[in-house]
């Protein structure tokens, strides 16, 4: 299915900026403040009944809104005789910036999909309260989502995750996995890279040149997905390898403080014994 009056996208770039010299041109500042806005962007359009007997069609459904700035600073000179003097330049850079989706066809606002109003890059998750600390505080505690489960019996013990109840009902869930009802998840962080900078050093002295360039991200949040076997190790699968950074690291009654729950035990009934800290670690933030 092809909908009528396909477009390409179209971008518009409203910006504001300053290039100033001084010092006899030694000193260089460049800075730009800029909003772009995308529309038409082709993706999926709203899913249509099952018995339609088609796949979801594409059109021109979705807007967003680009906001940043870019600014540079750059110092050139010499020194040594006239004939071969002995030049250099220094040049940081600093750039950021935000995007927002403005239109797109999700009008539930389901966080299985992008929707109107999300900041690219949101991370969802649940809070932490740290460690269950014994059978009492398991008992006290809101109930946890049993998909969630810490061993292949379901049940929760001293030293898994607890979660927050944020919204105070009493069981720990997505809710209608939504905005303004997605349980006790929200929004625990950003993937995208903010606050990215550069710096560049060159000279030159009798047809000898160099140059070396330093390229970095101020903040950036990840978030480990299942498969990131690097840092979940024998918490996501039992064969795999134990990172190093696991070991004296893990919860035990001796290490209430530790990253990372409580590794595998003998634990009635008589069921193997590897656990899992989560069968879905995305959806918790330790």
Known sequence: MVPNG???ETSTTTNVGLDLTTLSGRLTFMGDAYVRKTTDMFTFGLTPPAVFGADVP????ADL???GWEASLTWNDKFGSSEKPFR???????SDNKTKIDKYNNPDKLLSDYYEGQT????WGYETEGFFIDEADIASHAKQNPQMRASPTGLWFPGDIKLRDLNGDGFINVGENKVGNSGDRRIIGNSAPRYMYGVNLGADWNNIFFS???QGVGKQQWYPSTETEMFWGQYNRPYNNIPVFHLGNMWT????DAYFPEPCQ???PAIPTVRWVLRKPVTCRM
């Open 6 to 8: 396909l477009t390409w």
């Open 58 to 61: 594409k059109g021109n459904y």
């Open 65 to 67: 809104t680009t906001r």
């Open 88 to 94: 250099y330049n220094i040049r940081l850079t600093l």
């Open 120 to 123: 690219l890059g949101e991370i």
């Open 212 to 214: 070396v360039f330093f």
């Open 253 to 256: 009654p001796e290490n209430t």
């Open 266 to 268: 003998e634990r009635p």
